[in-house]
């Protein structure tokens, strides 16, 4: 009853589970045995959807690549055995800006079935061809399709593409590498290009003797051939996705080790930055080691057992990984099966130039990746809509992983911003459901977003929290047993976890009789909540179909409290006539109070509720540590009773608490439901606050309002703003050290406070770092890297100190230290310097490469100098852009987001409405198909609406401060 009423009202709201595979129909067109016309001319192309036909499987490719470097192209042959499922003429699979030059057909002998070349159709806007076979292919048979390919080596990021290094002696190197996810293997060679056409892969690659080549699997044979030329055979990869495929053809070094179970892992790079592996290679061993144990499931056979090994058809052993750094990378990395592409600064480290998060970072990023290797390649969405269970459990796997294995980098600390980053984007009218339909490449290419990534890791860290780690654990392994080498839904997912906890109670049920418990005693033992009726597939359904984040809403009665859940919007109020009311969770809701040092639980399914939380209660915080994916709101004294107890005594409650507080209450004002004095007098206790993260959460909130009316030039807010600041965390400030000493956590702080003093004009800060700017320059030294970038850019704001930067930064090897300059670079207040930097990079991309520009550009939007610049240069260079990275990519949205985030007025919304919206203008009208768009809008809505809502309150607060 409660799952149908669930049900009756997500559809109410508008949220329906999207089928896997709408259009992927299993019937051909219809089969002809007569002969067509040679040409292509009367054929037309038999295939209309989007999806491929389903009629067709690929079992097996070989695959033989030959690039040539010194041209920039390269041919291959694609040998597919098919699986015919239905009689048919045709085969439509995906092919992408490739010359196909032979089609034939093969059948399981290997004899061709017809003397003639085929007919290939192309359907360039749905990126597929078609191969006519005048014979039928008949259903239940299997064939082979054979086909001859060449194309350009790419110029982008994506499909089979070149990318640059230079050495110290100024020469420029070349080497081929791949990106195909999600829609890309069609651009290196003709494939199903769909996640759920598993097949096994034979690769062979031709190279000169100068190179090296890599695949996913290991070099099985090399075999010299008559032009001199060398031909590496890689062993036939376990069954996989399209999308996990690579190859790479560089002159890199590595370096390796083994795990303790006999995996070999290696790290490569360019030669020069070899010596920046070594940090990669210690932590990849260490985290497989963790996720063998964690998964239960081996990450077999080291490489040298492989090439001894017989060749048989099927393979089924996973590749051991090599993690590769690749010049020129859009994304952050890539998680292909044995063979892990990651971008240069996600994947070296360099103790010297490298600041704490540099080191944070680069360790989430193995731990995601290597996740990967068994959530997305092991088992993989059946299709796009549910890339989350690729991207969420990659994200919330890094902070198990890391946490296990690094537990001095204190991770959990950032699992908050991750959260909150998801409820940002969550509580905007432009937010989607986790599972959302998409269907064209930009669609799918949009799903790797916070929604995917962060919300979907949130709410399985809300999950493992109520289910317990081990039923959680259990469950998840029993998911990629169940679905290893080949698909899974969403629904998979919660049997999985339901079974194991059916096996759970049984297993307490036994326990009890044992032990002689009774049931409620022997659940809490495991954990768990005894008698409570379990739907976990409504439950989460709630959370994965439904778009948005709850408010629960909490009134202290006598000794209950009321309980009252919305979903939660900062741009509309409930005042609005728009309002949504037909959202509904199911919340695992929990609590704490003064009376006990236990967490209370109770499962919320209903709009109110009430608990019974005892009269002598003195406060109560729900959503302990944060664990649940949900706001809370407290009516009456709620808020005042939490302000107060933060002031006496702020370590009654946990790190983790207070800085949920900091951030509910925030969110509320933002959202018009809470004044913003409350908010502030809640910060007010901060002076004795000595944890980072709390710190760090109620000191980001003044800087963001800094910047808006930094920005805005509103002199009397800024200039109080400024001066409470500074002020208020004097004592702080004045602790912290120039240097790269202390915890993770201590060094966090210290680079993120002495830049905002800097940028707030701290004479003390400004003078410390001008001196270490210019002993840097004098003495050719290494700066400490955690407060680099601050000491850089102070110096770029001098003509001298600047020129010195760039001329370092087109020298220095270390792409991180490089980032660190760049950030400097575009603080310039020289509106010359920050045009220069943006000009060059789109235009010619030497300098500054092509794959840094989007972070530029957000860069030169966030200096109030440099943000009408970086807009009109969107607007004026939008075509290449679109060209250079892909519509949908990270790089695109970053771009939209980081130039519009600051708007803050309605005459700038309208003129980004009007440069979006192709029916007034042209200028980027392709963005309009964007989702990202109507975020960009929603956040200037917000931002103009907290300036309505809450500049008054704000500057008659500092008033009242600095008097
Ligand atoms: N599978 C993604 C790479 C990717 C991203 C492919 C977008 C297609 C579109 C990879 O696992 C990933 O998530 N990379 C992140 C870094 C990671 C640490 C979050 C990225 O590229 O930012
Ligand atoms: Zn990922």
């Not at 509320?668 to 002076?687: F, V």
Request: charged share 20%; net charge negative.
């Amino acid at each position: 009853m409660v799952r149908f009423l669930v049900l009756a009202l997500l559809s109410l709201a508008g949220v329906t589970q999207t089928s896997a595979s709408p259009t992927q129909a299993s019937e051909p067109p219809n089969p002809t045995e007569e002969q067509p016309p040679l040409g292509t001319g009367s054929l037309s192309f038999p295939w209309s959807h989007l999806r491929l036909p389903g009629y067709i499987v690929p079992l097996h490719y070989h695959l033989l690549l030959h690039p040539n470097l010194t041209m920039l192209s390269y041919s291959g042959t694609v040998r597919i055995e098919l699986q015919v499922q239905n009689n048919t003429n045709w085969v439509v699979l995906h092919s992408k800006g490739l010359r196909i030059t032979t089609a034939t057909m093969l059948d399981q002998n290997l004899a061709h079935l017809s003397d003639k070349v085929l007919p290939v159709l192309h359907n360039p806007t749905h990126e597929q061809t078609a191969i006519f076979s005048p014979r039928v292919l008949s259903g239940g048979q299997k064939y082979f399709l054979f086909l001859e390919f060449g194309a350009e080596l790419g110029e982008g990021f994506y499909g089979f593409y070149r990318s640059t290094y230079r050495t110290s002696s100024g020469e420029t190197r070349n080497l081929a590498s791949t990106h195909f996810e999600p829609t890309s293997a069609r651009m290196a060679f003709p494939c199903f290009d769909e996640p759920s056409f598993k097949a096994n892969y034979s690769v062979s690659i031709r190279r000169s003797r100068a190179h090296i080549a890599l695949s996913n699997m290991p070099v099985e044979q090399t075999v010299v051939l008559d032009d001199g030329l060398m031909e590496d055979r890689f062993a036939v990869s376990v069954r996989m996705s399209s999308y996990l495929v690579a190859f790479i053809v560089c002159d890199f070094r590595s370096v390796s080790a083994t795990t303790a179970s006999g995996v070999k892992v290696s790290v490569y790079a360019a030669p020069e930055k070899w010596q920046h592996t070594h940090y990669a290679l210690k932590a990849a061993v260490k985290l497989l080691e963790f996720y063998e144990k964690y998964f239960n499931i081996k990450y077999p056979l080291p490489k040298q057992v492989v090439e001894t090994k017989v060749i048989i058809e099927v393979a089924t052993s996973p590749p051991p990984p090599d993690l590769v750094a690749i010049p020129d990378f859009q994304a952050g990395a890539m998680e292909n099966w044995g063979l892990i592409t990651f971008r240069e600064t996600s994947l070296l480290y360099d103790p010297a130039t490298s600041s704490g998060s540099d080191r944070v970072w680069v360790t989430m990023v193995i731990a995601h990746e290597l996740a990967h290797q068994w959530f997305g390649n092991l088992v993989t969405m059946q299709w796009w809509n549910d890339i989350w269970l690729n991207e969420g459990f990659a994200r919330y796997m890094e902070y198990i992983s890391v946490n296990a294995t690094y537990p001095k980098l204190r991770v959990e600390d950032y699992l908050v911003d991750t959260c909150f980053a998801a409820i940002g984007r969550d509580s905007l009218n432009s937010s989607r459901p986790i599972s959302s339909a998409a269907e064209s490449p930009t669609q799918i290419e949009e799903m790797f977003d916070t929604v995917s990534y962060n919300k979907g890791a949130c709410v399985l860290h809300m999950l493992r929290h109520y289910l317990t780690d081990q039923v959680f654990q259990s469950g998840i392994v029993r998911y990629l047993r169940r679905y290893s080498y080949s698909n899974a839904h969403n629904q998979d997912l919660w049997d999985s976890l339901a079974n194991v906890r059916r096996s759970f109670k049984l297993y307490i049920f036994y326990y009890k009789l044992e032990h002689c418990y009774s049931s409620r005693q022997a659940a809490k033992n495991a954990n768990l909540y005894a008698g409570e009726h379990l739907d976990l597939t409504s439950m989460m359904n709630t959370w994965t179909l439904q778009t948005g984040v709850p408010l629960v809403t909490v009134t202290r009665q006598g000794s209950h409290l009321l309980l009252k859940q919305e979903r939660f919007l900062r741009t509309a109020h409930p005042s609005d006539p728009a309002w949504p009311s037909l959202f509904l969770w199911h919340i695992p809701l929990t609590y704490r109070t003064d009376t006990s040092t236990s967490i209370h639980r109770h499962l919320m399914t209903t709009l109110t509720d009430s608990v019974d939380v005892g009269e002598e209660v003195g406060w109560v915080k729900v959503n302990v540590d944060m664990a649940g994916y949900y706001l809370v709101h407290y009516d009456g004294s709620g808020w005042d009773d939490l302000i107060q107890l933060l002031k006496d005594n702020h370590t009654a409650l946990t790190f983790m608490d207070r800085t949920h507080l900091i951030h509910n209450a925030f969110q509320l004002t933002t959202a018009g439901r809470l004044s913003l004095d409350k908010a502030l007098d809640l910060i007010g206790y901060l002076r004795s606050e000595s944890h980072t993260v709390p710190l760090l959460e109620g000191l980001g909130y003044l800087e963001a309002f800094y910047r808006i009316v930094e920005r805005r030039d509103i002199p009397d807010v800024t200039q109080n703003l400024r001066t409470y600041i500074l002020w208020y965390f004097r004592d702080v400030i004045d602790r912290q050290t120039w240097s790269d000493k202390g915890s993770v956590s201590e060094r966090r702080l210290r680079s993120e406070l002495l830049s905002l003093a800097c940028h707030l004009g701290d004479l003390p800060c400004l003078k410390q770092a001008q001196r270490s700017f210019t002993h840097w320059l004098d003495s050719n030294s290494t700066l400490p890297a955690d407060v680099a970038e601050t000491v850089y850019s102070v110096g770029a704001q001098e003509d001298t100190g600047w020129a010195s930067l760039l001329q370092t930064y087109t020298h220095s090897l270390s792409e991180t230290h490089k980032h660190k300059i760049l950030s400097a670079l575009a603080s310039s207040r020289d509106t010359n310097k920050l045009t220069r930097c943006v000009q060059s990079s789109i235009l010619e991309g030497e300098v500054i490469r092509t794959q840094d520009l989007d972070s530029l550009i957000a860069m030169v939007a966030r200096n109030p100098r440099g943000h009408h610049l970086a807009w009109s240069y969107v607007q004026k260079y939008w075509s290449t852009l679109v060209d250079k990275f892909q519509l949908g990519s990270f790089s695109i949205r970053n771009i939209i987001i980081g130039t519009t985030a600051q708007f803050s007025s309605t005459e700038e919304l309208t003129e980004v409405r009007l440069l979006i919206f192709p029916w007034q203008y042209h200028l980027l009208s392709e963005a309009s198909q964007l989702r990202v768009t109507e975020v960009a809008m929603d956040n200037i809505q917000k931002n103009i609406l907290w300036l309505q809502r809450n500049l008054g309150t704000l500057r008659s607060w500092l008033d009242q401060q600095i008097d």
